[in-house]
């Protein structure tokens, strides 16, 4: 949260500043593979999202740069792995469902609440995705909206739809999770 008001509201001296442009991303980065989805949900929204949409243009290399190549092949791997995961676990459930049970009420009790875990797990998954996804659109709707206006750098290359900051993403997300 304070990442997110520091974006928004404190200005040169927070993005101009070489050690917090330093620090601040490696502890955004520090223990994604281990965070629950709920608090990842929460990172992406109050941590990374105001980062990508205030950073300045001139700066994303410095500060988006390291966030996003961690950030999105992290992501990928993830919501696929986790995606996976509850499809396979629906199918198991419907595959159990047509199969016999033994009728005990303690038995019916724990499919239940199996059951109301899945869901949950299922919800917090779908609000972690819709964040990661609401966090790429933002990404590029900046992109998008600052391009035409500095289309080629200094060095003559090109820099709309995303220039340099999002080549090296999308280089990230091909290579895949890092190990």
């Not at 997110?4 to 040169?12: E, Y």
């Not at 243009?57 to 990928?76: E, G, N």
């Not at 109301?116 to 900046?142: F, N």
């Amino acid at each position: 949260m304070i990442t997110s008001l520091a974006a928004q509201h404190v200005g040169h001296t927070f993005w101009y500043n070489t050690q917090l442009s330093t620090v601040v991303p490696q502890a955004l980065n520090s223990n994604l593979d281990v965070m629950e989805d709920r608090h990842l949900k929460i990172l992406l929204k109050h941590g990374v999202a105001p980062l990508v949409v205030h950073c300045p243009l001139a700066l994303r290399s410095t500060w988006l740069l390291p966030i996003m190549s961690t950030l999105l092949p992290l992501m990928h791997g993830r919501l696929s792995s986790r995606w996976g995961q509850i499809v396979a676990n629906t199918t198991a459930a419907v595959n159990r469902s047509g199969s016999s049970s033994d009728g005990t009420d303690t038995h019916h009790h724990l499919q239940q609440q199996q059951l109301s875990d899945e869901v949950v797990d299922e919800t917090l998954l779908r609000e972690a995705t819709r964040e990661y996804v609401t966090l790429l659109v933002k990404a590029s709707d900046r992109q998008v909206a600052v391009a035409p206006g500095n289309c080629s750098s200094n060095d003559g290359s090109n820099t709309a739809a995303g220039g340099p900051f999002f080549v090296a993403a999308a280089a990230a997300l091909r290579q895949g999770p890092a190990t």
